[in-house]
């Protein structure tokens, strides 16, 4: 199991930034891939943003232009840089992190982002 820890998350007003991390525990070389989900209440999660070997980064829609992941190879880390946010993109965000010798996803233990109005 690949150990993801993740920080960064807030409150913060509608138009505002944030910026998440998630530090994945192991060798950068094992992540084949990174990225978030949210689950806002009453609502089911959602991929926000990954980022893949060999791949361009991948957007749920509603957030594209305004979030930009990246990875950070020598920290074996994700950022999420989320830009001009909204009341919508209020939820729980949870790093997920693919390892080649773990079979299935690995979880962060999530992080709350709220934005108000």
């Known amino acids: 199991q690949v150990r993801l820890v993740e920080s960064g998350g807030g409150l913060v007003q509608a138009g505002g930034s944030l910026r998440l991390l998630c530090t994945a525990s192991g060798s950068p070389y094992d992540i084949y891939a990174m990225g978030w989900h949210r689950q806002a209440p009453g609502k089911q999660r959602e991929l926000v943003a990954e980022?893949?070997?060999?791949?361009?980064?991948n957007y749920l829609d509603s957030v594209w232009g305004r979030f930009i992941i990246s990875r950070d190879w020598a920290d074996n880390s994700a950022y999420l840089e989320m830009n001009n946010l909204k009341p919508d993109d209020t939820g729980v965000y949870y790093c997920f992190a693919g390892s080649r010798s773990v079979g299935g996803p690995s979880w962060g233990q999530g992080t709350q982002v709220t934005v108000s109005s």
């Open positions: 980022i893949a070997d060999g791949s361009q980064p």
